[in-house]
């Protein structure tokens, strides 16, 4: 099938180097700024559409790679540049909407699915690279020729539906962005002390990737560790008494929700409860 990708954004253009990585199959690019079109078609040799309309000629299978309150518009032009969109299979790939925003295309024969890859895409030079190791999740008209068309492309996928894509998203945003933002408030501790950006992530990350290799090998319970899990309030009531504002909430409310993994993991529920009341203290008043 030839792919005709609308957005020529980070999940755009990493898509679109994959694919054509694997079997040139990429026809070409449709965007709101003709010199991003332009950029990502030239970065694959493909065609920088100005019409939706020969996009659209040329594609059997339409990936809308598009911000997700774009996706409407999306749609609205390419049912208004088309008489009939039989046989073609058109997704797109936010992680929130479900297929049905795609339905007025399915009006005009097309089938229709929302496909969101659980990763991200901050650089699609580096992206592209980790698509093969990438969990789509996929919900809407998934035939036997879409299944052999992922296979085919080494696509890992798993079925979602509709009804559990909101909570499904937000646990992408906790373990994706969150933990970006966990990363952020650590190292900026760092900074304040005087060190460089730079020298706190380097001197953090080899704690961040054992916390995430424990993670990945003993699960959340048994990787967690430190003041919480061993009952220290004193080493608690330090830290908080150099935090303030937005930080020691933050501080207090992950430690709130770390009291019930220390609880699952063993901690004594007198110790616990007395963490708790510190913490919520704090993001109570
Ligand atoms: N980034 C991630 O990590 C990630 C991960 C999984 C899923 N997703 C989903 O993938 C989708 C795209 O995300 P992204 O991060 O690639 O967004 P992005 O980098 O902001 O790119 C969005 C692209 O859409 C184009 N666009 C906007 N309105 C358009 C319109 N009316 N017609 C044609 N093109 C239009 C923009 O055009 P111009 O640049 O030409 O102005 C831009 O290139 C979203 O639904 C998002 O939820 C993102």
């Known amino acids: 099938m030839m792919i005709g990708i609308i957005g020529a954004g980070a999940v755009g253009k990493s898509l679109g180097m994959y694919f054509n990585g694997v079997d040139q199959s990429v026809s070409g690019y449709y965007s709101k700024t003709m010199a991003h079109t332009i950029y990502a078609a030239e970065k694959i040799n493909a065609i920088a559409y100005d019409s939706l309309k020969d996009l659209i000629l040329n594609s059997d299978l339409i990936i809308i790679a598009v911000n997700d309150d774009a996706i409407e ?21 936010s992680g929130v909407h479900t297929s049905e925003v795609l339905a007025p295309l399915r009006s005009k024969g097309a089938k229709i699915l929302s496909v969101h890859p659980l990763q ?9 690279k980790s698509i093969p190791s990438t969990y789509f999740s996929i919900e809407g008209d998934l035939d036997e020729k879409m299944m052999n068309w992922l296979n085919n492309h080494k696509i890992k996928y798993f079925k979602i539906d509709k009804e559990n894509k909101v909570k499904y998203h937000l646990a992408a945003v906790a373990v994706s962005n969150y933990l970006v933002a966990t990363l952020d408030f650590g190292t ?46 004193k080493t608690i009531d330090n830290h908080l008494s150099v935090l303030s504002g937005l930080e020691r909430e933050l501080y207090s409310k992950l430690g709130e929700y770390t009291v019930e993994i220390a609880l699952e993991k063993g901690l ?16 109570h008043g």
């Open 73 to 93: 518009v999306v749609v609205r032009d390419l049912s208004n540049a088309s008489e009939s969109l039989s046989r073609k299979y058109i997704l797109h790939t």
């Open 120 to 128: 991200s895409f901050a650089d699609p030079d580096e992206a592209q």
């Open 188 to 233: 900026k501790q760092f900074e304040s002390l005087g060190y460089t950006k730079e020298f706190a992530l380097k001197a953090l990350w080899p704690l961040v990737e054992g916390t995430i290799n424990n993670v990945r090998q003993f699960g959340t319970v048994k990787a967690m560790t430190g003041p919480i899990v061993r009952g220290d309030l």
């Open 268 to 283: 004594d529920k007198e110790i616990a409860k007395g963490i708790s009341t510190r913490l919520k203290e704090e993001n």
